[in-house]
């Protein structure tokens, strides 16, 4: 196993997940995410969490998979126009 950093966010504090809010996000109140990394029971996992409900629920990516979606953000695979 290599001892490469998770595609998510910084590793996750003593208290548990660090989450880190959309460099994209203002301060305004707008439409935001934040993302984290959980290492748990051996397996680590890319949470997502609506930064305006951060009591509401949370999807869970395996790395990996977070990696092809970023990937395809930043190739335009999403892109409305």
Known sequence: MTNQRSPCVPD???TGPV???SS???N???QCVEVALHDGNGASLCL???SKDREGPVLA???AV???FTAGIKAGEFDLS
């Open 12 to 14: 996750a504090g003593p």
């Open 19 to 21: 989450w880190r809010k």
């Open 24 to 26: 994209y996000s203002g």
């Open 28 to 30: 305004n109140g707008g």
């Open 48 to 50: 997502l969490r609506d």
């Open 61 to 63: 990516f395996a790395p």
């Open 66 to 68: 977070w990696r092809a």
